[in-house]
């Protein structure tokens, strides 16, 4: 324990890739291990290779109580990453119980390891801004303290894992930060993420002339849209100042529909395009307008976004391009 | 489904008891189905055999989707009473992890197997005055608008599932209500609870003629306590005429210190006791006050508490004073 060892679970994803980027590169000293059920392939990365041989990987299903237990009685990290979940509001319509279970029990798992076995540790769970749900207008933009009201089986989960993490603090004295994070954007996010999907879609225009058309859910709905690099080094200035058993929000601080983020590479393309709105993800119910305040997390860990939307946006063309000309290739 | 079909999770305990006696005695035509592990004693039922012949037992983990699938898709019943939990804030300090499965877990497989295959039943979610956590002199009595903050686990459970009612009434228009009940006292409680653990330390003293002592835990805290036959109507209440989604006290309306229920005891048997307070229970954070207020449900019910707490503590003492004689016999 008196090491830096970090454990990092659903290591293999978007955030766990750069996070473990952002470690090989500024403390060098630290042993990562990392929950994965395969090696990632982070083509995002450019050295993904050094990346990948500075993690130690496991399986572990979250879910087995006595797996999680025994992963983290041997690991004995100084802290965990927990960025495993089941992270698609959609999905979580069509998958309640998953939704529920990969988020909340698997937090569960995790903090109860911790209460038993390894209670010096500092967890930073990671939420969504997705809990705040269905907001009036004169309370944005959001900050920690608001009344939640979460509107989909996702936000209840996530909602219910934060409740937990407040027990944990409170009750059994360990120490948890917790985030509500916006919506992340980068290279190398999935493409069922809408900037990601926009993005690929205008590469797909120019790189392959395909017909100048974006398909788009509803574009009528605001986000914060926050640079992959603010929000890694948001987790990092949580875990170096942030407060125990403190909610941080994790957001560039200003909302755009996705409609102006269409207009953003439209106009810096100069490429006009026509935009096709389609139905077809279950949603049932829909939160309109969300964007965050990062008052809280500046004032306590000094941490503020820094990557502008355009030159995220630029960042994450670039890459849709390059992996459509190696995929031509 | 024309029939009037309900199925009662959890059947086998306190309320499930009364709650089929009422069933037997007011509702002739009903199909009662109750889950249970194994057939209930209920010895404080005055005809226990007829009313454990009305009822259909199954066992059934409610932890276990495909079982709790299967069951209901069986059934299909009309109505389901959902008391099944794991009720006692003192162990979910023990059991977290136990805690918030064997609540917000299992009512999730009973909502899930109705979405799937039974949409057309009503849900009672029966959840705790305990969602309020700590809460401030001001807010007494507490109305259900309230921010909650629950401050335990057993609390956070119980939050989780209520939340989890609201998506799937909201979300996936499922059919229902929930409680947040307060305080139970009746005859056949199990001595755990406070006021059961009173009632028989008074016919003891009374029946056995041990020490004039009374052991108790904190007795300054408040709480609202409600009589067996009140929470019945209640429950019987919403079910006929609970509007979809709402949640619903179930509470008496005033608060009583324990301390004062040993004086009302100790009055109506005049019998001086000594107050003996023990610190036994691991409680990390504790309400010092809650009771509620039933405005809500009396609007839109016509439902109304009707035993006075004196009356409600003499059964109590009544069932203790036989039980001990019974076994002394």
């Known amino acids: 324990m008196a090491d830096n060892t970090i454990l990092i679970t659903g290591i293999s994803g978007f955030v766990g890739g750069y996070y473990s980027s952002f470690l090989n590169h500024t403390k060098k000293d630290w042993t990562i291990h990392g929950i994965s059920r395969s090696k990632p392939s982070w083509d995002f990365l450019p050295d993904t290779d050094t990346i990948l041989d500075?993690?130690?990987?496991?399986?572990?299903?979250?879910?087995?109580?006595?797996?999680?237990?025994?992963?983290?009685?041997?690991?004995?990290?100084?802290?965990i990453l927990h960025l495993a979940a089941f992270s698609s509001v959609a999905e979580s319509w069509l998958q309640p119980r998953l939704a529920f279970q990969n988020n909340t029990n698997a937090f569960l798992n995790v903090a109860e390891?911790?209460?038993?076995?390894?209670?010096?540790?500092?967890?930073?769970?990671?939420?969504?801004?997705?809990?705040?749900?269905?907001?009036?207008?004169?309370?944005?933009?959001?900050?920690?303290?608001?009344?939640?009201?979460?509107?989909?089986?996702y936000a209840i989960a996530r909602v219910s894992q934060e409740s937990l993490?407040?027990?944990?603090?409170?009750?059994?004295?360990?120490?948890?930060?917790?985030?509500?994070?916006?919506?992340?954007?980068?290279?190398?996010?999935?493409?069922?993420?809408?900037v990601s999907?926009?993005?690929?879609?205008?590469?797909?225009?120019?790189?392959?002339?395909?017909?100048?058309?974006?398909?788009?859910?509803?574009?009528?709905?605001?986000?914060?849209?926050?640079?992959?690099?603010?929000?890694?080094?948001?987790?990092?200035?949580?875990?170096?100042?942030?407060?125990?058993?403190?909610?941080?929000?994790v957001c560039s601080g200003s909302g755009h529909t996705i409609a102006q983020i269409v207009s953003?590479?439209?106009?810096?393309?100069?490429?006009?395009?026509?935009?096709?709105?389609?139905?077809?993800?279950?949603?049932?119910?829909?939160?309109?307008?969300?964007?965050g305040s990062y008052e809280k997390l500046m004032n306590q860990t000094g941490w503020k976004p820094r990557v502008s939307l355009e030159t995220s946006l630029s960042k994450i063309y670039e890459y849709w391009c390059n992996r459509l000309r190696d995929h031509a290739a």
């Open 264 to 291: 953003i590479y439209a106009e810096m393309l100069d490429l006009p395009v026509h935009l096709e709105q389609q139905n077809n993800l279950v949603r049932p119910i829909d939160n309109p307008v969300l964007f």
């Open 165 to 194: 993490a407040t027990i944990y603090t409170r009750g059994y004295d360990l120490d948890i930060c917790c985030t509500r994070s916006f919506n992340h954007i980068g290279p190398g996010q999935h493409q069922k993420f809408v």
């Open 113 to 153: 390891s911790v209460r038993l076995h390894n209670r010096e540790c500092r967890i930073l769970s990671v939420g969504s801004s997705e809990e705040y749900g269905i907001v009036s207008p004169h309370d944005l933009p959001l900050k920690e303290e608001f009344l939640n009201k979460p509107a989909n089986p």
């Open 54 to 79: 500075s993690v130690q990987f496991h399986q572990c299903d979250l879910l087995d109580e006595q797996a999680t237990e025994q992963l983290i009685k041997e690991i004995k990290p100084r802290y």
């Open 197 to 249: 999907s926009i993005a690929k879609q205008f590469a797909s225009i120019v790189t392959n002339g395909t017909a100048p058309a974006i398909v788009i859910g509803n574009g009528e709905i605001v986000r914060d849209f926050i640079d992959i690099d603010d929000v890694i080094r948001a987790y990092d200035a949580i875990f170096e100042h942030g407060r125990t058993g403190e909610t941080y929000n």
